[in-house]
């Protein structure tokens, strides 16, 4: 019985080594080994476009990047950079951040989510959504009415800080 066990695994072994050299499972040309960087993005594609994710003008070939516009995004970034970071997507232009409260005013916290909806920086290219909450007696944080006017502030703050940004790098 270990005799027959032997003959078959060999048998297969044999097998599996003729089918994989005939070229069945893959391309059947031979392959030079890819030794610089160039080659393998050839061969494989960059995940994050030939100029790398954070690029201010795209990749040389327009292949895929940061789904946003970048001043957009980087300026939401440092605009934000005081509340703790929830969750940040390049691709989706999505940044969420979680409760922060002002020591100067306890009791009382915000919340922010950005959304960056075009890859051209736009007036329109940014929406945010705030959240506020008050302390009430008993120790719960309720629900508190924000004015739209914060929201518009804090988006023309955000394109203030990406127009600086595109003239800083038009002037290099």
Do not use: H
């Not at 069945?24 to 050839?42: D, R, V």
């Amino acid at each position: 019985m270990n005799k027959k066990l032997l003959i078959n695994s060999f048998f297969g072994l044999v097998i599996s080594l003729i089918v994989s050299s005939c070229g069945i499972f893959g391309n059947s040309k031979a392959e030079a080994p890819i030794n610089s960087k160039l080659g393998l993005e050839e061969s494989r594609g960059s995940m994050t476009g030939g100029a790398g994710l954070l690029s201010m003008g795209g990749s040389k070939n327009n292949g895929p990047g940061i789904g946003v516009n970048s001043f957009l995004w980087r300026a939401t970034l440092d605009t934000l950079a005081f509340l703790p970071l929830v969750s940040a997507d390049p691709f989706g232009g999505v940044i969420i951040t979680d409760w922060y409260e002002d020591p100067k005013t306890k009791g009382e916290r915000f919340k922010v989510n950005a959304l960056i909806i075009d890859k051209t920086l736009r007036a329109d290219g940014i929406k945010i959504t705030l959240f506020k909450q008050k302390l009430d007696e008993k120790g719960a944080w309720r629900d508190m009415e924000v004015s739209k006017n914060l929201a518009a502030d804090l988006e023309d703050t955000i394109l203030t800080r990406a127009r600086e940004m595109r003239l800083s790098q038009a002037s290099k």
